[in-house]
């Protein structure tokens, strides 16, 4: 297993809620790795668009074995 700090943009849509953010960023951190810690460090709206982007720095723990081919995808 490593521990492995990434930086993520990840689209906000609109229909999402900010009740219901936590959980988006949660789920689509799961692709990467297991969550341990994580932070929203910036918001860009676009004003032509319905989505928001969130940049997100979080600490990922990863299983070598499974993740391989997201790691080589990653950088």
Do not use: H
């Amino acid at each position: 297993m490593n521990i492995e700090l990434k930086e993520l943009e990840i689209d906000w849509p609109s229909e999402i809620s900010i009740f219901e953010l936590k959980n988006y960023i949660l789920s689509e951190l799961t692709k990467y790795g297991e969550p341990l810690r994580w932070a929203i460090t910036s918001l860009t709206n676009y004003s032509e668009k319905t989505t928001q982007r969130i940049c997100v720095e979080a600490v990922l723990i990863l299983n070598e074995d499974e993740n391989k081919d997201i790691n080589v995808a990653l950088n």
